[in-house]
């Protein structure tokens, strides 16, 4: 009987503990106005530091004529860039914690007749780095999330259903003048302005 009551009493602490630890969530990912990230709801990504560019939006690379990377706006620019929206892969899920894996959407048609959903694309021969492209991409090169360092957002690839993938957080990459999003150097931070 002695060793019933044990059983339970041990049994009981453990439901608590995963009980206490699948409360435990990372925390929101706020905008600029103090306010969670939501699902579906329209954001600009913009940079948190001042001086360096401004919203992310689509860009071409060597004067193609389909802008298919994700690109920022030179700081002297009047365009105010594209918004996007963030989608978790969980269903259900309408708060965009730190830890949740979403797609992200540009808000916008696209002229060369493909999705404006970011994708990750493969490493460039010369560089080494991954360039963040826009098109079809329901797989895990296209999965993303946003991390908190330093008091600043990055936003960072590293799908877990890949098995050990070559992680990265996003920064940008300055190619014949034109500001590109790519993984695999410094990270740059970023801040989300409700559209």
Known sequence: MMMLH???AIFGYACLFMAITSIAQFPPV????GQPLRRGVEY?????????????TLKSR?????PLFVGQEPVTSTNIGLPVTFTPIMAGKDII??????????????????????????????????FMGIGSEDGPAGIFGISRDNGVYNIVWCPAMM???????????????????ALDGEA????????
């Open 6 to 8: 044990k059983s339970l």
């Open 30 to 33: 706020f905008d600029t106005d």
């Open 97 to 130: 914690d730190e830890g949740t894996s979403v797609n992200i959407v540009f808000q916008a048609l696209s002229t060369c007749i493909t999705s404006t959903q970011w994708r990750v694309d493969a490493a460039e021969s010369d560089t080494g780095r991954r």
């Open 62 to 66: 060597s004067n193609a004529p389909c």
């Open 163 to 181: 098995g050990r993938p070559r992680c990265g957080r996003a920064g940008i990459l300055v190619e014949n003048g034109v500001r590109l999003l």
């Open 188 to 195: 740059f931070p970023f801040e989300f302005v409700k559209a």
């Open 44 to 56: 600009y990504i913009s940079p948190a530091i001042t001086d360096v560019g401004g919203n992310l």
